[in-house]
């Protein structure tokens, strides 16, 4: 197939253009802005393989971005191009409108043209929406597990564009009889993980002998999904789910962000001893003003695509994490460039009004 990527320089992105290449035989297109978040080191390995070309573009550039998808004739386009993090939602939350919901508007009415050609020469077409269980809301301790029948309930200004690129997705699907299929995961982690995120800030503060910011209380629950899990979970349900489907991916790895934390800091404790012998790097947290609007829990059922499309996580959270951390440590150089050329590490999305 030839399948086509939005944001194949971020995260999951990238990882996923890496399991393509590793794994399968497809053409690969890689469309990315190459924002502050995208970095085509990620795909360093992988960059002169004759099955995988990028093109620098922005998805919110509809005519530009038409040709170059038509002119590739996709079967199957894989939609991750999106802001992501909470804290910048909040801080400017026009970036996320543009981005994450004109941006998807336009990879729909592109992909309605696409899906005519395919139609007519009878060639299989999908379009992939990537999406995040944060659209849910939150739950509380007691509440069952995101299903793909929960209402859509965002409570920050990132999940809410994303509630509504999903639903754009389904309206298209069913007005316009697009093939489409949405995802909804749970809290990623791994390798090249955008060090502002949670794990990649905790090693950072270690390694830099710094605080360790804890929102709030740090009680706060998330369902943590390691990265090759992901991807393998993303291309079944691309070329094995049905039209019109939602499929919710979760690793089952609920975890307190503060217990998280301690988990980091403990393995570090053995990894690299604080040369401080009478002190262990726990010592490190400080607990910060909490972020507004702050979901308590997220929890992803993950029946149905295990049912439907024989998928299981392969890492548990133990293995996942010592990896992701090992990782970090033997990649100093990249998160100091990243860090460098993207991100100072001060705190983002504390203004309320």
């Known amino acids: 197939m030839k399948i086509l990527v939005t944001g194949g320089a971020g995260f999951i992105g990238s990882a996923y253009i890496r399991y393509l290449i590793s794994t399968k035989e497809h053409q690969i297109l890689n469309v990315d802005k190459l924002t502050y978040a995208g970095s085509l080191e990620s795909l360093k390995g992988i960059e002169n393989n004759n099955s995988y070309s990028f093109k620098q573009l922005d998805i919110c550039d509809y005519l530009t971005l038409k040709d170059e998808i038509l002119g590739f004739e996709p079967n199957l386009i894989v939609h991750f191009a999106a802001e992501s993090h909470v804290d910048r939602s909040i801080d400017g939350p026009s970036e996320f409108i543009q981005t994450n919901i004109l941006g998807t508007y336009n990879l729909l009415e592109i992909s309605r043209l696409v899906h005519k050609l395919n139609a ?132 089952n790895n609920e975890i307190k962000n503060i217990d998280l934390i301690k988990i980091i800091c403990r393995y570090l404790d053995i990894k690299i001893p604080n040369p401080d012998s009478n002190s262990n790097y726990e010592n490190l947290i ?62 983002l999305g504390v203004s309320k009004l």
């Open 120 to 251: 007519e020469s009878g060639r299989y077409f999908m379009f992939h929406h990537v999406s995040t269980d944060e659209v849910y809301g939150d739950l509380e301790l007691d509440d069952p597990k995101f299903s793909e029948d929960n209402c859509y309930k965002p409570s920050s200004p990132y999940s809410a564009s994303k509630a509504s690129s999903d639903h754009l997705v389904r309206a298209w699907s069913r007005t316009f009889n697009l093939p489409a299929v949405i995802s909804n995961c749970s809290n990623n982690y791994g390798p090249f993980q955008f060090p502002e995120k949670l794990i990649p800030v905790v090693i950072n503060s270690v390694l830099q002998n710094k605080s360790i910011p804890v929102y709030g209380n740090g009680l706060q629950i998330r369902d943590w999904l390691y990265v090759d899990d992901h991807v393998r979970a993303l291309y079944l349900v691309g070329t094995e789910g049905k039209f019109g489907q939602t499929y919710n991916i979760g690793g």
């Open 286 to 347: 400080k607990f910060v003003e909490d972020r507004a609007g702050h979901d308590r829990r997220y929890a992803i059922d993950s029946s149905k695509i295990m049912q439907d499309l024989s998928w299981k996580p392969l890492e548990t959270f133990d293995t996942g994490i010592i990896k992701t951390i090992d990782w970090y440590l033997d990649n100093l150089s990249w998160v100091n460039r990243v860090m460098k050329n993207n991100y100072n590490g001060n705190r």
